[in-house]
């Protein structure tokens, strides 16, 4: 497939929303960490920051967001993404030089997928590290299938495998077969946080009462809290590292 790689342009944040919201369900629009945070990509990690176009739409956008990491993987936090896009945005401050890069997106137009553009997308990012002297690339990877087993731990997810010994969910295998390592579970990746009548505008499901409910699309149980009014949904992601040296 011919398509342009665009690094480092602002136009790349107007398709990355619209995109997102055709792609992404409703409530994963409403973490109040990410969202904070997310206009610093578009402004002092700009260069971090891609897209691929065919011939006449958009393809897919990726974004990533570097920090300073002087410990071992083994200890990338339990809050993943969260925890990532505050400490970037705060090690921006004092120009901390940057040792790693947090891949926070792959989005791809769900036309295109399916067809190894994900490979691609990897390979951009693993370049964009390498132009910018960082020799790891670390992800906080949203299973794909794991919604459609919201009841399996996700420690046992993650080693299932298919008939060729290969990982079963499709977005983990693209890692290893790119070379990824997983390094462990950051069980709170994402927190999303609403009122109970938010949750059923997002989900279209109705919550008579407190307690867990299975939505679309979540890869673990949202939580209901009626006496509070608060719906809460804490989301597991999983390290992976790609290795550049």
Known sequence: ????????????????????????????????????????????????????????????IGNTVPLNWQRP?????????????EK?????????????????QILINPKFQSHG????????????????????????VRPTLKSDYPLIPVEKYINWQNKNNLPFDPWIR??????????????KSMIISGTVSEWEKWTGSVFPDSGDYIV????????VDKNNDTGTYIEPNVWIIHELK
């Open 73 to 85: 993987f083994s200890e990338l936090p339990d809050t993943g993404l969260d925890w990532a896009m």
């Open 1 to 60: 497939m011919n398509y342009e790689i665009i690094i480092g342009e602002n136009r790349i944040s107007e398709i990355q929303m619209d995109l997102g919201y055709r792609t992404w369900p409703e409530f994963m629009q409403h973490d109040r960490i990410v969202n904070k945070y997310w206009p610093d990509l578009y402004t002092g990690f700009l260069k971090f920051q891609f897209a691929l176009f065919g011939k006449h739409e958009i393809v897919g």
């Open 174 to 187: 693209v890692h290893i077969k790119a070379g990824g390592k997983i390094i462990g579970i950051c069980n």
């Open 216 to 223: 679309n699309n979540a890869l673990i149980p949202i939580n």
């Open 117 to 140: 553009i994900s490979y691609e997308m990897l390979r951009i990012m693993k370049d964009i590290a390498k132009s910018n002297g960082i020799d790891n690339l670390a992800l906080p």
């Open 88 to 104: 970037a945005s705060n090690d921006f401050q004092p120009r901390l030089k940057p040792d790693l890069l947090i891949g926070v």
